[in-house]
Nanobody, 123 residues
Framework: QVQLVESGGGLVQAGGSLRLSCVASGGTFNRLAMGWFRQPLGKEREYVAGINWSGESTGYADSVKGRFTISRDNAKNTVWLQMNSLKPEDTAVYYC????????????????WGQGTQVTVSS
């Protein structure tokens, strides 16, 4: 099972930007689809973005479309989530996740998860 470690979270003002990173180890990264999910305090985990193994196909939740960008570098075993125009409602713990085959928006289909990184957006 692949291990995932997220970083890059923090406190930012509304309108600002953050770039989250997720580094994978212990697996064949270029066979994995990757997803970003988030969980606001007291709420359920929700899909943010996904990317297929090659990086050619991406998907986004409506709430982040046009503001967030997911990308990956298979040579670095890394996937990123660039977050621009952040809003207070983006405040959550952000998790990266991995699965074989295609990325989906369903959290239960992912096999491996990172420990999460906190993103807090102040108004």
């Amino acid at each position: 099972q692949v291990q995932l470690v997220e970083s890059g979270g923090g406190l930012v003002q509304a309108g600002g930007s953050l770039r989250l990173s997720c580094v994978a180890s212990g697996g064949t990264f270029n066979r994995l689809a990757m997803g970003w999910f988030r969980q606001p305090l007291g709420k359920e985990r929700e899909y943010v973005a996904g990317i297929n193994w090659s990086g050619e196909s991406t998907g986004y939740a409506d709430s982040v479309k046009g503001r967030f960008t997911i990308s990956r570098d298979n040579a670095k075993n890394t996937v990123w989530l660039q977050m621009n125009s952040l809003k207070p409602e983006d405040t959550a713990v952000y998790y990266c996740a991995a699965k074989l085959l295609r990325a989906t928006y369903v959290a239960s289909t992912y096999d491996s998860w990172g420990q999460g990184t906190q993103v807090t957006v102040s108004s």
